[in-house]
């Protein structure tokens, strides 16, 4: 199905990406001219401590996409990122992606075609087709799946970047900044019975340079947020604050 007709945002996360922004900024570019005939790009430096920022917007300049950089003033974490793109976004459908490169900007074509048909609020997840994790991650990732699927009753399947209607994700209502709200966005949207689609994408090399985070890290602590918002939800549900 064409996605002309979808008008998109896409939110790029960057920390610390200065060898990364101004190719991943022009790959983007062709394929959002390509397939889509209203769209916007969203750069959030989120507190760089390099030139991210400035070639970010000498690139969007250059390429004249219709564009713009928003900046905090420090590392705030992923969520908090995406949360500042959906913010600054226009466009009735936002997705994001890091400005690492290792998304190929080609597979917004795949992730946006189960969403072309305007009017239907949906969320599209991705799964990669093939990710050298290691053993370590693999079985923390399939224990983190068990718990989401044990503590909110909903089964997760989701390891890259979702496609959503823009009126379904509130900002404030996701107070997680960190990497989690990876996972809380998409419980909420299970839970709530929302409808969804899952595609299939690559996951590539990053261009340079090196991550700022390992799955260690970010899946270390999921369980007690899990909790958290387990506890969250219930508590709204009883018209509790």
């Known amino acids: ?12 996360l960057a920390f610390d990406e200065e060898d990364n922004i101004a190719p991943v ?24 401590r390099d030139a991210t920022a400035e070639r970010a917007r000498r690139a969007l300049a250059a390429l004249g996409l219709d564009g713009r950089v928003v900046s905090h003033d420090r590392n705030r974490g ?14 009735p459908w936002v997705t994001f992606m890091p400005a690492d490169g290792q998304i190929d900007p080609a597979d917004l074509v795949t992730l946006a075609a189960p969403a072309s048909i305007e009017g239907a609020p949906m969320v599209v997840f991705s799964v990669y087709d093939s990710r050298d994790d290691g053993l370590d991650r693999k079985v923390l990732s399939a224990g983190v799946r068990a718990l989401i699927t044990a503590i909110h009753g909903v089964r997760l399947r989701s390891d890259g970047p979702y496609l959503f209607r823009r009126t379904l994700f509130d900002p404030d209502e996701l107070p997680p900044d960190t990497f989690f709200l990876n996972f809380e966005f998409p419980i909420r949207v299970l839970a709530a019975g929302i409808p969804t689609s899952t595609v299939t994408i690559r996951c590539r090399p990053r261009r340079a340079g090196q991550s700022k985070s390992t799955g260690l890290r970010r899946i270390a602590g999921v369980a007690r947020d899990l909790i958290d918002l387990r506890i969250r939800r219930t508590r709204k549900a009883l018209g509790l604050r």
């Open 78 to 91: 992923m969520g908090a990122g995406l949360k500042t793109g959906v913010r600054a976004a226009t466009k």
């Open 1 to 12: 199905m064409s996605t002309r007709a979808l008008s998109l945002s896409v939110v790029l």
């Open 25 to 48: 900024l022009e790959e983007l570019a062709g394929v959002l001219r390509a397939a889509f005939d209203s769209h916007e790009v969203i750069v959030v430096d989120d507190g760089s």
